[in-house]
Nanobody
C-alpha cells in the first residue's frame, strides 16, 4: 500500500493550493480518507475527512469554509482544495485512512503518506 501526496508549495497569504493523494494497493473509495497536518513543534492535527460510505465531508473548525476535500474514485485519488490560506496553515500535510476513535476524535488509521510541505508566507 502506498499513498503519495503532491501539490504542496509556497504561497502568499490569501492564495490557494490543491493537494492530491494518489493511492496504490488500496481502493480509496473503500476507506474513509483524511488529511492531517503537522507544523514544526506542534502535534499532528486532523484537517478533514471524507466518508467511504456516503461521501459526507468533515472539517476542523480552523479550516471550515476555506478547505474542501473530495475524491475521484476513477483516479483513486483524494484532493484537498485549500483557499484563503493563512500563515498558520503552514505545515506538512499528509493523507491517511481515518476514523473516529473512542474519544470521538478523528484519528489516523493504518495507512499514511509521507506528506507534502505547504508554506504560507509573504
Amino acid at each position: 500500500v502506498q499513498l503519495v501526496e503532491s501539490g504542496g508549495g509556497m504561497v502568499q497569504p490569501g492564495g490557494s493550493l490543491r493537494l492530491s493523494c494518489a493511492a496504490s494497493g488500496l481502493t480509496l473509495g473503500d476507506y474513509t480518507m483524511g488529511w492531517f497536518r503537522q507544523a514544526p513543534g506542534r502535534e499532528r492535527e486532523w484537517v478533514s475527512s471524507i466518508s467511504s460510505r456516503n461521501g459526507n465531508t468533515y472539517y476542523a473548525d480552523s479550516v471550515k469554509g476555506r478547505f474542501t476535500i473530495s475524491r475521484d474514485t476513477s483516479k483513486n485519488t483524494v484532493y484537498l482544495q485549500m483557499n484563503s490560506l493563512k500563515p498558520e496553515d503552514t505545515a506538512v500535510y499528509s493523507c491517511a485512512t481515518s476514523y473516529i476513535d473512542v474519544r470521538g476524535r478523528w484519528s489516523a488509521g493504518t495507512y499514511w503518506g509521507p506528506g507534502t510541505q505547504v508554506t504560507v508566507s509573504s
